[in-house]
Nanobody, 115 residues
């Protein structure tokens, strides 16, 4: 059973920064890729960023240059550093991990960007 536990969400002012963490039960090296999705009220869940086992990264156009995804295999943790946050980044952020035939999700962490 794979467990993904997110942390680091909260309330931040526009222009501020947050770092989200996703701690996995067991080695993250077994996953083909890990990533972060987000879902705002009334909107569909969308990919924010992903990182492969080989550390190839991919970002949504809306966050390029502001967000950085990284992984620490020794700590079984994936991070999402979010800078220059905007009100439009407000959403529940979900960590995900992909194997060949299955995908796992965390419970989500709320990020609210507001003055």
């Amino acid at each position: 059973q794979v467990q993904l536990v997110e942390s680091g969400g909260g309330l931040v002012q526009p222009g501020g920064s947050l770092r989200l963490s996703c701690a996995a039960s067991g080695s993250i090296f077994r996953f083909n890729a890990m990533g972060w999705y987000r879902q705002a009220p009334g909107k569909e869940r969308e990919l924010v960023a992903s990182i492969s086992r080989g550390e190839t990264t991919n970002y949504a156009d809306s966050v390029k240059g502001r967000f950085t995804i990284s992984r620490d295999n020794a700590k079984n943790t994936v991070y999402l550093q979010m800078n220059s946050l905007e009100p439009e980044d407000t959403a529940v952020y979900y960590c995900t991990a992909a194997l060949t035939l299955s995908r796992y999700w965390g419970q989500g962490t709320q990020v609210t960007v507001s003055s």
